[in-house]
């Protein structure tokens, strides 16, 4: 079992006695009065309806409520460093029992929920804010992020109808400008917050069936003439698969090309499979480049991309979820050429923004392929203000969370500039990682400029792909459950090899070193079968 944090009648933080819910100890004012009888009934029951709820709390118990939070939430901030990044051994088992405490039926003190929830969290999440979590781009969220977060959440906006929100909505959209300025992007381009980079790659392909086949909108797949494709590297996020199945286009319509010896999409492999697809009747309508893969950090041929897509009329969709961020720095902005031609473009806020998930982003050159997409009106939904479409007729989804805000926040509060800054560290602490692991005799596997390093031990990669897999992964595996690091195993063009990413903020020097120590104890303690 987890600690809890006090007792329950422990007293608030300004010495005032909560109880059980958060509220003060004191009689409510719509309590019933003692002379309540049958002749009073209706009246007792009306005073009780013009008192409080019982969900209410007052704004002075919601500011100690937030308070206690931010207190508790900033000591596991300053705690998560010095503990284990990831969790050891079988836990669900233990996870359940802990849960198996909580039935749910009946109140109980805030603050001992709270400090139980946060001991959970500490003891049973992998930490994506820790300085030695060197994982899938998972963020260390900013505190103006987590900032940004809460006051959604207290403001509560519904950001599916403009007339609602039209502060949310305007908000999201300077933000949605800002990103596509510095991308290049044409000055009509506009877009929305989404939950994550497959939901903005969802959006993607719906809105390129939309422009490249007329009958899509009233008939679906069902009503083409022939079978849709669409073509992304095989080391791009396989979300499109799932995004494949759900619009109807089925699996088999994603068409993954080869990879040259950069990890990049093979320009001359695509070529020949958009001609075997063209020959066998098929209908191409999408082509999608990436620019930052997961695996590696392979940013795709996007200029060579854009002439072919040209050439060919398809629809060409670049994502950056990871890598869009660089469009912030000037001095990394040119590793994206070509990404200012496409015709949407996904970028994840929640990626190397350091923006609390999820905060994802979908940007077209083409607004009015958003409404030819997902246009629809109804009578109980406001009427739309004149020169503002309404985000529910514009996007995947109907109720809309201020995903943006968070964003807003951190970009108004710390600047442009202080993001591209920080990118530009991160980069330089990448550089750091793959010198010192070349000097403890790893061999570097990827070629790319941004903070992702592929590793692989030479005697190890020697042994052929099964050997050296199970090797690689025993190494990654000890790494993480020594506690000092968090990496993982990658195949990249089915090569075995040790993934270390940049992702948090919080990430220095020292935690390089560390990192290094701890895959050089590893190693050492990992037999290699011959």
């Known amino acids: 079992m987890t600690e809890t944090s006090t007792a329950p009648d422990r007293d608030g933080p300004h010495g005032t006695e909560l109880n059980n819910t958060g509220r003060d100890n004191v009689e409510p004012d719509n309590a019933a009065p003692d002379n309540a009888g049958p002749d009073n009934a209706g009246l007792a029951s009306l005073s009780t309806l013009n008192g409080s709820g019982p969900l209410e709390l007052s704004s002075a118990d919601g500011v100690r409520l937030l308070?206690?939070?931010?207190?508790?939430?900033?000591?596991?901030?300053?705690?998560?460093?010095?503990?284990?990044?990831?969790?050891?051994?079988q836990i669900t088992a233990e996870v359940r029992e802990w849960l198996s405490g909580y039935d749910l039926s009946s109140p109980r003190p805030f603050e001992e929920v709270l400090g139980d929830v946060l001991a959970a969290l500490r003891?049973?999440?992998?930490?994506?804010?820790?300085?030695?979590?060197?994982?899938?781009?998972?963020?260390?969220?900013?505190?103006?992020?987590?900032?940004?977060?809460?006051?959604?959440?207290?403001?509560?906006?519904q950001l599916a109808a403009y007339s609602h929100a039209p502060a949310a909505v305007e908000m999201e959209r300077h933000v949605l400008r800002l990103i596509a300025r510095r991308l290049g992007l044409p000055e009509q381009t506009e877009g929305s917050f989404t939950s994550g980079g497959a939901e903005a790659n969802l959006t993607a392909v719906i809105v390129a069936l939309t422009r490249q086949f007329g009958s899509f909108t009233d008939s679906g797949v069902r009503g083409l003439a022939?079978?849709?494709?669409?073509?992304?590297?095989a080391e791009s996020h396989l979300a499109w698969i799932k995004i494949a199945q759900m619009t109807g286009l089925g699996r088999g319509a994603v068409r993954l090309v080869p990879v040259d010896s950069r990890h990049r999409l093979d320009v001359a492999a695509l070529r020949r499979m958009y001609a075997e697809d063209i020959a066998a009747g098929k209908a191409p309508f999408l082509l999608i480049g990436t620019a930052g893969t997961t695996g590696g950090g392979a940013i795709d041929p996007l200029p060579e991309m854009v002439d072919l897509a040209r050439e060919w009329g398809v629809h060409l969709h670049v994502d950056a979820a990871w890598a869009g961020a660089i469009g912030l720095s000037d001095r990394l902005r040119p590793l994206l050429a070509g990404i200012e031609a496409a015709d949407s473009v996904t970028v994840d806020a929640h990626k190397w923004l350091s923006a609390p998930m999820g905060a994802g982003m979908f940007l077209t050159p083409h607004p009015a392929s958003l409404s030819d997409s997902f246009a629809v009106a109804t009578a109980y939904m406001p009427a739309?203000?004149?020169?503002?479409?309404?985000?529910?007729?514009?996007?995947?989804?109907?109720?809309?969370?201020?995903?943006?805000?968070?964003v807003f926040l951190a970009l108004a509060v710390a600047g442009e500039r202080a993001h591209a800054e920080q990118i530009e560290?991160?980069?330089?602490?990448?550089?750091?990682?793959?010198?010192?692991?070349?000097?403890?005799?790893?061999?570097?596997?990827?070629?790319?400029?941004?903070?992702?390093?592929?590793?692989?031990?030479?005697?190890a990669d020697a042994t052929g792909a099964q050997t050296s897999a199970d090797?690689?992964?025993?190494?990654?595996?000890?790494?993480?459950?020594?506690?000092?690091?968090?990496?993982?195993?990658?195949?990249?063009?089915?090569?075995?090899?040790?993934?270390?990413?940049?992702?948090?903020?919080?990430?220095?020097?020292?935690?390089?070193?560390?990192?290094?120590?701890?895959?050089?104890?590893a190693r050492d303690e990992t037999p290699l079968a011959r």
């Open 425 to 459: 560290r991160d980069v330089r602490l990448g550089e750091l990682l793959a010198d010192r692991l070349a000097e403890d005799g790893w061999l570097r596997i990827n070629d790319t400029p941004l903070p992702v390093v592929c590793v692989v031990h030479p005697a």
């Open 123 to 157: 003891r049973w999440i992998v930490h994506t804010t820790h300085p030695r979590y060197f994982g899938l781009f998972n963020p260390t969220p900013t505190w103006w992020g987590m900032a940004g977060d809460l006051v959604t959440a207290g403001a509560n906006p």
């Open 226 to 233: 022939g079978d849709p494709v669409l073509y992304a590297s």
């Open 67 to 89: 308070t206690e939070t931010a207190t508790a939430l900033a000591e596991h901030w300053d705690r998560v460093p010095d503990a284990p990044v990831a969790p050891g051994g």
């Open 384 to 406: 739309q203000v004149e020169g503002a479409a309404d985000p529910y007729s514009t996007t995947v989804q109907w109720s809309r969370r201020f995903i943006g805000l968070k």
């Open 471 to 521: 090797w690689h992964a025993a190494v990654a595996s000890r790494v993480v459950a020594s506690g000092r690091a968090w990496v993982s195993l990658v195949r990249l063009a089915g090569r075995p090899a040790v993934r270390i990413c940049l992702t948090s903020h919080r990430t220095r020097a020292a935690d390089i070193e560390e990192v290094v120590a701890a895959l050089a104890a």
